[in-house]
């Protein structure tokens, strides 16, 4: 009879001859009876996708017997932990009411700034399962509590350990703390959360000394930036739509390109390689004109390109980065190794490198483009490639800024002292120029 028997899956809270969406007391039910167990129905629901299913029969709830792609695709995300809405709950609990009034003017701010749906919970007085249903029913959390004895308000430690035992996970958290001394709240809250996996803490915790004052607000404006920068970069009216930064989202490798003038090697770093065709294999590299390997490719028409991994330290980058190949021998301290163009690649912090012999040159102004053929491809390791966004959070040095006003490379973290950065300054490190400087903030 193509009915699938369920037990508990897809059952629900409540009675039959209520009129509510299903969704509301199914997702409570699927939270609190089945969410621990999201391993077991992801499994389930892979083999139930094989079967043609034209009833569901829990044993709790309606028999379901029409559009169960939707039920379906419903316990698929609950099941895998993933957000069901955009949105931000907040969930806090208050003494004296200052918590609640921080958590007042949050809740305007965000609204203003975009935010598509937002939930307020107040712990000591809501229905906790419709709280915690919420929290796995949006993207992101904030929780706002007191420290308390050492640890943090009752009904929030209760909220919290809802939610780790249901396995919360794959969401961004904000934390607000209130305590006039010692207060704890916010370690103890991240560290209540740290079982959970995939949580991202935002940059942004406010500390709030008993009522809020000039510096909490600020925090809780820098707070409403973060959580809502996207929200704002996805309405027309609100959007910059000339944010060149967004280049950098395009999946940059990096890569240290060699060559050789006759005389000696040379190796730049870039992050502008792309495969062009496949029928035959072509890639392109562009590289600024005022680097030397842009000379010595020209001439010669040849260049290898080391396609660095994830285990590249920051001397690699200083190496063919920040210096000339004009004044400095790159590779007088290196045992080279060479391709069959003659041409070195990289002995380490490798994953790949190809041979590339130039078929084609267009000139960009500043920049050339070499279209080149494949002579050679060979894979060195299987570590992953090392993306802009990579070598940003996670090689580059955090710059010494503290006490410091300027602006700072956020290529190599040079800091440049002064109230205003000149238009045609150059990065004395990494020769790149003034639009490549943030405000120290």
């Known amino acids: 009879?193509?009915?699938?028997?369920?037990?508990?899956?897809?059952?629900?809270?409540?009675?039959?001859?209520?009129?509510?969406?299903?969704?509301?007391?199914?997702?409570?039910?699927?939270?609190?009876?089945?969410?621990?167990?999201?391993?077991?129905?992801?499994?389930?629901?892979?083999?139930?996708?094989?079967?043609?299913?034209?009833?569901?029969c829990p044993l709790h709830g309606p028999v379901l017997t029409e559009n169960l792609g939707y039920y379906l695709n419903l316990y698929n995300t609950w099941s895998s932990y993933q957000p069901e809405e955009e949105g931000i709950v907040i969930a806090y609990t208050s003494v004296y009411g200052n918590t609640k009034k921080a958590v007042q003017k949050l809740a305007e701010k965000l609204t203003a700034n975009g935010c598509p749906k937002?939930?307020?919970?107040?712990?000591?007085?809501?229905d906790m399962a419709q709280a915690v249903a919420d929290a796995f029913r949006y993207s992101k959390l904030i929780l706002a509590t007191t420290t308390y004895n050492a640890g943090i308000f009752p009904f929030m430690r209760d909220f919290i350990d809802h939610l780790v035992e249901r396995n919360f996970q794959n969401r961004t958290v904000a934390l607000i703390e209130n305590g006039s001394w010692a207060p704890l709240a916010a370690k103890v809250m991240k560290e209540m959360l740290g079982s959970c996996?995939?949580?991202?803490?935002?940059?942004?915790?406010?500390?709030?000394?008993?009522?809020?004052?000039?510096?909490?607000a600020k925090q809780l404006d820098a707070l409403v930036d973060e959580l809502c920068m996207e929200y704002l970069a996805r309405q027309d009216s609100t959007a910059n739509k000339n944010d060149l930064s967004a280049l950098f989202n395009i999946g940059y490798g990096l890569y240290v390109v060699t060559s050789n003038d006759g005389k000696k090697d040379n190796g730049l770093i870039v992050n502008t390689v792309t495969q062009v065709t496949n029928t035959p294999n072509r890639i392109a590299v562009t590289i600024n004109k005022e680097n030397y390997s842009h000379h010595i490719i020209k001439q010669t028409g040849i260049m290898n390109i080391n396609c660095l991994s994830v285990d590249a330290p920051f001397m690699v980058f200083e190496k063919f980065g920040f210096v000339s190949g004009r004044n400095v021998d790159k590779f007088a301290e290196c045992t080279p190794l060479r391709s069959d163009n003659g041409l070195i690649f990289l002995p380490r912090y490798i994953n790949s490198f190809?041979?590339?012999?130039?078929?084609?040159?267009?000139?960009?102004?500043?920049?050339?483009?070499?279209?080149?053929?494949?002579?050679?491809?060979?894979?060195?390791?299987?570590?992953?490639?090392?993306?802009?966004?990579?070598?940003?959070?996670?090689?580059?040095?955090?710059?010494?800024?503290?006490?410091?006003?300027?602006?700072?490379?956020?290529?190599?973290?040079?800091?440049?002292?002064?109230?205003?950065?000149?238009?045609?300054?150059?990065?004395?490190?990494?020769?790149?120029?003034a639009a490549d400087f943030e405000e120290i903030k």
């Open 354 to 433: 190809m041979s590339l012999k130039v078929e084609q040159y267009i000139d960009l102004d500043t920049h050339g483009m070499f279209i080149c053929s494949v002579t050679e491809a060979r894979v060195i390791s299987d570590r992953e490639t090392m993306t802009y966004t990579y070598y940003q959070n996670n090689v580059k040095p955090k710059p010494e800024t503290d006490g410091k006003k300027g602006y700072i490379c956020k290529v190599c973290g040079y800091v440049y002292e002064g109230d205003v950065l000149p238009e045609d300054f150059v990065c004395p490190l990494c020769k790149h120029g």
């Open 118 to 126: 937002l939930v307020v919970y107040d712990l000591a007085r809501c």
């Open 197 to 216: 996996k995939n949580i991202t803490f935002t940059d942004t915790t406010v500390k709030i000394l008993s009522s809020l004052n000039e510096d909490s």
């Open 1 to 56: 009879d193509k009915v699938l028997f369920s037990a508990d899956g897809f059952g629900k809270f409540g009675t039959p001859d209520t009129n509510e969406p299903w969704a509301d007391e199914a997702r409570r039910y699927f939270i609190g009876i089945v969410g621990k167990y999201g391993a077991q129905v992801q499994a389930l629901l892979k083999k139930a996708a094989t079967l043609d299913i034209q009833t569901i």
